[in-house]
């Protein structure tokens, strides 16, 4: 169950919805949505955040979110060790 609802006014929704991602206040919330960027990002943003003293930009976890299981993990393990830069 996702906790969404019916919009009525979608207009609204769609307010909500890019502040939501494009706020740093509204993004610091989206990091507690479980598995909906891609599965295990939490656990990644934190050993990120561990490894490079910062949590992951929200490009970063979007392009992350594109590739495939197999080369996602490569990149992450690239990340955790190189960063992103």
Partial sequence: MSGLKEQKHPRKAVDYLCGYL?????FQRCRMSHG??????????????QARG?????DDLAWLSTLTPGDRKREIGWALTE???
Avoid: D, L, N, T
């Fill in 22 to 26: 494009g706020g740093e206040e509204k």
């Fill in 83 to 85: 960063g992103f830069e």
């Fill in 54 to 58: 910062q949590y992951m930009c929200e």
């Fill in 36 to 49: 909906w960027v891609f599965p295990g990002w939490i656990g990644v943003s934190r050993a990120y955040k």
